[in-house]
């Protein structure tokens, strides 16, 4: 698989003090991809600077190819802060905030010889950087998940229409409640079956504490949030997880029937639950959480 999207720092700040984990969507797709035994590639933007270094670093102890784009002003770097409620409040830098993707004979070659490209948090309020994106993934089989974030959205209504130019032909779009409620009325449901009927093949929609649902041709499943033994440590993971899991089903099984369906959206919500089980975005799965402590620290 090709992960294209966002590589970055999370800076956290809490009662604990302040720590720095290697992050970013789509660097967690990636990531989680290779753990889950698929080879992956990620297409970003990475600076040459010491968080570059920290980044490109993680990535190679993960089995991860990096095939970086120019960054002009330095790595991504995203301040993270709990806000009341336990969620997270982020504030990005300006390298994040201006971040472009530009795709060398490499990067071209990568997506031609992947079984599925997945793109998530990229900049799809600028057009210029879709239209790039739109040339180079031409021909591949796509999985997109917009994974906006209000501190780097200069323009909410050609986000939308960046977004939908990319998941009219996707083989899925995954979106949340928090993108429906950034990008559209708030109405997940209603955003499910908008995507469907604007060509998506798949959309998996995830709802938080409520589940989640996938709405494909051979009908629509619905799971709940797994259950499994030990304290919600931290949920940031939690999307990236279960498109990490659901993209490796469609790379490795192409589920076609309800049932397969079913079986591969309990399997994402059995990870995406082992994920929440520590800090930091990095995949666990119910086998793996004794391993629970690999790479929370970076690396």
């Known amino acids: 698989m090709v992960v294209i999207g966002d590589a970055l720092i999370d800076e956290i700040r809490d009662d604990a003090g302040v720590r720095e984990l290697v992050g970013g969507a789509a660097l967690n797709v990636a990531v989680g991809l290779r753990r889950l035994g698929v080879t992956t590639t990620l297409i970003a933007m990475v600076g040459e600077d010491e968080a570059g270094a920290h980044i490109r670093e993680y990535l190679s102890d993960h089995g991860v190819r990096l095939i970086s784009s120019e960054a002009p002003r330095g790595s991504s770097r995203a301040v993270v802060q709990r806000a009341s409620n336990g969620e997270p409040q982020y504030v990005f830098n300006e390298a994040a905030q201006k971040r472009s993707i530009r795709y060398s004979a490499d990067a071209r070659q990568a997506i031609a010889e992947a079984g599925l490209v997945a793109i998530s948090c990229f900049p799809f309020d600028v057009p210029s950087e879709v239209d790039a994106l739109l040339e180079a993934v031409t021909d591949a089989r796509i999985a997109v998940d917009p994974n906006p974030r209000t501190g780097m959205l ?43 009927e604007l060509g998506a093949a798949a959309v998996l929609a ?57 079986a591969l959206l309990l399997r994402a919500m059995d990870i995406a639950a082992a994920t929440c089980r520590a800090e930091g975005g990095l995949l666990r799965t119910p086998e793996s959480l004794a391993d629970a402590g690999r790479g929370v620290n970076g690396s």
């Open 206 to 262: 995830t709802a938080g504490a409520d589940g989640a649902t996938i709405d494909a041709d051979a009908g629509i499943v619905s799971a709940p949030i797994a259950s499994l033994p030990g304290a919600v440590i931290d949920t940031v993971g939690a999307g990236d997880a279960t498109l990490a899991a659901v993209s490796e089903g469609l790379v490795t099984a192409s589920p076609s029937d309800q049932e397969e369906w079913r």
């Open 154 to 196: 200069g323009d909410r209504d050609e986000f939308v229409r960046g977004f939908e130019r990319l998941a009219a032909s996707a083989a899925i779009v995954k979106v949340g409640a928090d993108d429906a409620a950034i990008l559209y009325d708030g109405d997940l449901d209603a955003l499910r079956r908008r995507l469907r």
